[in-house]
């Protein structure tokens, strides 16, 4: 069922809309645009929490879905049971589930929205479109993406919970 509706999303492709996927699953490429936001985010006082937040849910998010789960579960990806599709990008190395592009950029703009609504909103847009690309670029299986999408919000709210009781701790002492 899920190449069903991997194969449904491949009859949206459009020579316009090629190189739009391709860039939003670049930009998700090793998390590095939501590192470059945390840091930067981290480097401002007043939004420093929330970058430092951002920063601890996707190195959770990476060790537990990454380094972890992946290996754990081994499930090859789509591009690899089904090789008629071709590939606009560079066949991904790593297991499929869960979707580690999903997961660190949910758990980014999840913390994000955490600390900052507004922007956070815009953040779970591009999240949602990186993990969109994902499938339309048949690397990804959608419970891949939705299991990444679990795991990144989860992470984020737990880290959140945690650095807010760590703040009002110390305000404490």
Known sequence: ?????LHAIQGLHRDWLDPVMVFFSAIGNSGFCWIVLS?????IPRTRKCGVTMLLSMALTFVLG????????????PCAVDKSVTLLVPFPSEYSF??????????????????????????LFVAAVIAFSRM????HYPTDILGG????????FLV???MRAWERRRASL
């Open 1 to 5: 069922m899920e190449l069903e509706i």
């Open 39 to 43: 840091v930067v985010l981290a480097c």
């Open 66 to 77: 990454n380094l972890f789960l992946k290996n754990l579960v081994a499930r090859p990806r």
């Open 98 to 123: 869960p979707s580690g592009h999903s997961a660190s950029s949910f758990t980014a703009a999840a913390a994000l929205f955490a600390y900052q609504r507004r922007i956070g909103l815009i953040a």
């Open 136 to 139: 339309y670029l048949f690397v």
């Open 149 to 156: 999408i679990c795991i990144g919000v989860l992470d984020a």
């Open 160 to 162: 959140v919970r945690l």
